[in-house]
């Protein structure tokens, strides 16, 4: 298990990332992290151990005045690499312009990051999921797809289970979010799109759920989003759901 939590809006996502990491941490607890964009750069923090480590990291980094509406963050339960810094979610791809949280086991990831390295690609972890950043990039950057068709063109490439939510700098005001395996749900209010692994980051803030079904993808957009399928470009037709929680 691990914890996976995304926000968009207009408010600094950083204090909503942490207090949804600490709703989470009972999903993972060997390392946490944040990636927020801002002035085309991700500006990423990990720390090994619990959230706690994570905010003071921040706070010694005063982030929250740089940090702005868009980021996403993590709390790991180790499967692939050891807990350490390097293994720690988000990861990003060798150009340091996509980065991703993951939740699953990305099976044939040593297949990939062999086809991968043969193109001249580094990696910086021992993680599953690095492949899957770097597979996304390679779309990206060397097959020259859009983000959107990059992120489902890795997807369909890879077998096991995924959360995902996934920031490119080149699109400051999109986040895109997919799930097979792993559970994965959306938060709706007004233009503020909130992701998790569960709704308990989300209750705080708005009602109004989506439930992503196993390969289904969130493709959230400046104020709008579509639930599209992983499989081929297709919008699907899904319900808001009212959760009463009191
Ligand atoms: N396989 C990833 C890792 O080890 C994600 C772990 C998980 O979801 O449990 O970092």
Redesign the pocket.
């Known amino acids: 298990?691990?914890g996976i939590v995304g926000y968009k809006g207009s408010r600094n996502c950083l204090p909503i990332l942490l207090n949804g990491l600490k709703k989470l941490e009972y999903r993972?607890y060997d390392s946490a992290g944040i990636a927020f964009l801002s002035n085309n750069k991700i500006h990423r923090t990990r720390r090994v151990g619990k959230v706690k480590e994570l905010e003071n990291a921040l706070n010694d980094k005063k982030s929250s005045s740089k940090s702005k509406g868009l980021g996403i963050a993590h709390t790991?339960?180790?499967?692939?690499?050891e807990p350490l810094q390097k293994?720690a979610?988000p990861h990003s791809d060798q150009s340091n312009k996509i980065c991703l949280v993951?939740?699953?086991?990305i099976e044939n990831h040593e297949p990939i990051k062999k086809f991968l390295k043969s193109k001249k690609i580094k990696f910086n972890s021992d993680?599953?999921?690095e492949v899957l950043v770097q597979l996304i990039s390679y779309f990206y950057s060397n097959v020259k797809l859009d983000f959107e068709q990059s992120v489902r063109a890795a997807l369909q490439r890879v077998d096991g289970a995924y959360a995902i939510a996934v920031l490119n700098v080149d699109f400051p005001d999109m986040m895109i979010a997919a799930r097979k395996g792993?559970p994965l749900v959306l938060g709706l209010k007004d233009n503020e799109f909130f992701i998790a692994s569960d709704i308990s980051p989300i209750i705080k803030y708005t009602q109004n759920i989506i439930y992503l079904n196993d390969s289904e993808m969130a493709v959230i957009n400046e104020n709008s989003y579509e639930i599209k399928s992983v499989d081929k470009d297709v919008i699907l037709p899904k319900k808001v759901e009212k959760i009463d929680y009191k």
Do not use: Y
């Open positions: 298990m691990c993972g790991r339960w180790a499967t692939h690499g293994n979610h993951h939740n699953g086991i993680t599953d999921t792993s």
